[in-house]
């Protein structure tokens, strides 16, 4: 089983030819809203791939909440976990969108910000050995922190997603409880205070990640720690929106742990989920599922890329 714990958004969505500058209007090409948030897209992807997967989070008791888990029912994801603030709206994420689909995004925590007590108890009786359980921050890191340790010592599988890095309070052991630790290479620039992403991934080890994987966008990735893997380029493919990029990356993997993959074939899936996605527009409902995957590792294949044996 994966356990998505973590945050759950409306995305507003506003497409342009590039951003405006300091003081500059510009006008729009288009605007959307869908449902986000990484807890939610991580544990879309998740069960889109085929695990069995629960989210744990909070929504407001407004429309937005209502549409968000709506969708989420659609996709498969057990939203058992998930409370409703009686107070607090749901969160938004406002993303601008430029032509080569970069994107530059905006929080607005809402009912995010107040996951604490009530939410590490729903954790607390769904974690058991062999439990994958993805993390982010959007939620307070402190109750990210405790979410860790307590599915540590449960036996779980602990991926972190260490963003927003801003939100990270760096500590000796910090990521002790953390099997995985997967940062796009600007937070792990920023988190460490160095440009040379092999120091930033050793650094980060040495505040306790088992494993640290860093995610270059299509400059692919590459893994230190308990599992090593060399740098694996990306898969080439037309972006459209990067949106939600890391979180299928993160859903990928997790889903592919859970399903019984070693660490280097999880990682193959995790990019090819990943590139797939930027392929389209939006976040959830750009995300592919087992079929399309596989589809496209075989096709690469086929094309000659190196893949390992047991991908396919």
């Known amino acids: 089983m994966v356990i998505s714990f973590g945050s759950i958004n409306m995305d507003l969505v506003v497409r342009c030819e590039r ?9 729009s090409t288009g605007w959307l809203t869908n449902p986000g948030g990484k807890g939610a897209n991580q544990a879309v992807q998740a069960a889109r791939l085929g695990a069995e997967t629960v989210l744990v989070g909070r929504v407001g008791s407004d429309a937005f909440g209502r549409d968000v888990m709506n969708g989420l029912s659609a996709y498969r994801v057990d939203i058992g976990g998930v409370m409703v603030d009686p107070v607090l709206p749901t969160g938004v994420a406002c993303i601008l969108v430029e032509r080569g689909g970069e994107n530059r995004i905006v ?7 107040a996951v604490g007590a009530a939410e590490l108890k729903t954790l607390d009786g769904l974690l058991q050995p062999g439990v994958v359980l993805l993390l982010q921050c959007e939620i307070p890191f402190a109750v990210v922190r405790e979410a860790a340790h307590v599915a540590h010592l449960r036996g779980a599988t602990v991926i972190l997603d260490p963003s927003p890095w801003g939100s990270v309070i760096l500590t000796p052991g910090i990521f002790g409880d953390v099997d995985y630790l997967m940062p796009n290479e600007g937070e792990a620039c920023a988190l460490t205070g160095t440009s040379d992403l092999k120091e930033a991934a050793g650094i980060l080890l040495g505040l306790g990640a088992r494993t640290v994987i860093v995610k270059r966008g299509d400059k692919g990735a590459f893994a230190v720690g308990a599992f090593e893997s060399p740098e694996v380029p990306a898969f080439s493919v037309v ?4 949106t939600a990029a890391g979180d299928s990356f993160q859903g990928a993997f997790a889903a592919s742990l859970d399903l019984g993959f070693d660490p280097g074939t999880a990682l193959y ?6 590139a797939l996605t930027v392929t389209r527009p939006g976040a959830q409902q750009s995300m592919p599922d087992e079929v399309e995957v596989t589809a496209f590792l075989e096709a690469r294949l086929r094309k000659g890329d190196r893949l390992p044996k047991q991908q396919i």
């Open 19 to 27: 951003v405006p500058d300091q003081g500059e209007t510009i006008v």
């Open 107 to 113: 929080v607005v925590p809402g009912a995010n910000g």
């Open 239 to 242: 972006p459209v929106d990067t």
């Open 269 to 274: 899936w995790a990019m090819a989920a990943g």
